[in-house]
């Protein structure tokens, strides 16, 4: 093979590679790429990772409500394994007082054995003795009388033995029976506590190994609730650059501030207006969880119109799963508002708008629990207060929030 040949597979695969790392790598917009063409790339890349934070919170909303789930049932688990452990250490008491008692029932019957066998020797005795001398003997303590009076006297004294002989041996021998009666019963009685106590034991295992079950099922559900907020706020952070990216492209875009140089802010809503939900932190009414909220909600009825709160260029028209239909409208001098959860929007990306003209009907789509108008206010990328921008006359404020 010639030297030619062999060095044209090694060039065909030199320039694969080339072409695959090239593939590989990011594309970098060049110096000289149009400012809105960056922009409205940027808003795709907002809108993408929106969809993917709505998503995560879409998760750790579920995560939520299976750890209050969790949490509840672990809560009613201990009281019961609290109730069941109360009933076993009940049910193991009385069966240590049965068994005391067994033995002491068990102790008193060999005693009282023992006292009937001693009786039953001493009337055996009488009665070997009869059977050897028969009633002679009887008959000689009373004919051994020297009187009448004695011979009476001996009459009573051999029948007060022999009656108070079988007394004696019936009273032993019913006692006897009756502690023989109480020793099956307190035997009976014991069965039926270690019957109970192995149930009850049964019972606290079995409820333990369901709160075990759930004590593992609260820490897993725990700790998908810590990553998945993470992963939310690593969407927030980069939330934030591409706002920042967003602010950068539109001061590029140099559109002008107004002629006088101030604005004259508005409502997007009829005055006086009421505010549902103050800008800052707070508990997020669907999540569970605390968050930053970066607007001001008004309260506005299904299908009422928003307003616009300045004049402006329409530079987003969309719809995303946070903030439901929304609009986003470039003031000029690196300022822009936003509204969301509308039910319908009136504008489109272009368009010019001036204050006070409707630009969407008021709703609850995306992340919204009733019908309202949320109002961001952006400067250079960083959202602020927009009560900080109006009149306190121009709204009331809602005290259940």
Known sequence: MTSQNRTAPRMRRLTITLVVLALMLPVVPTANADPQTELNQAQQDLKNLRSKAANAENELARVQAQAEVAMAELDAVEAELSVATSAYQTIADQTVQATGHL?????????????????????????RSLQEKGRVSYLEVLFGATSFSDFISRIDLVGTILRKDRAVFNEVKQEKGL?????????????????????ALAKQQEIEERKN??????????????????????????????????????????????????YGWGLPVPAPALVTSYFGGRLHPVLGVWKQHNGVDFNAPMGSPIKAVEAGVVIMASYDD?????????????????????SQLLVSVGQQVVKGQQIARAGATGWATGSHCHLEIIVNGSPQNYLDYIPSSWYTVNTDV
């Open 213 to 262: 079950a759930r004590e593992v099922a609260s820490r897993s559900l725990n700790t998908s609730r810590r990553q998945l907020q993470a992963q939310l706020d690593e969407f927030a952070a980069a939330e934030s650059r591409i706002n920042g990216k967003i602010a950068e492209l539109q001061a590029q875009m140099a559109n002008p501030a107004p002629a006088s140089g101030e």
């Open 322 to 342: 946070a903030y439901g239909n929304f609009i986003v409208i470039d003031h000029g001098g690196g300022i822009a508002t936003k509204y969301g959860h509308n």
């Open 103 to 127: 033995k002491k029932v068990e102790a008193d019957l060999v005693q009282t054995t023992q006292h009937l066998e001693q009786r039953k020797e001493v009337l055996a005795d009488r009665m």
């Open 179 to 199: 502690l023989e009666e109480q020793k099956k019963d307190a035997a009976a009685r014991k069965i039926q506590l270690e019957t109970l106590q192995s149930q």
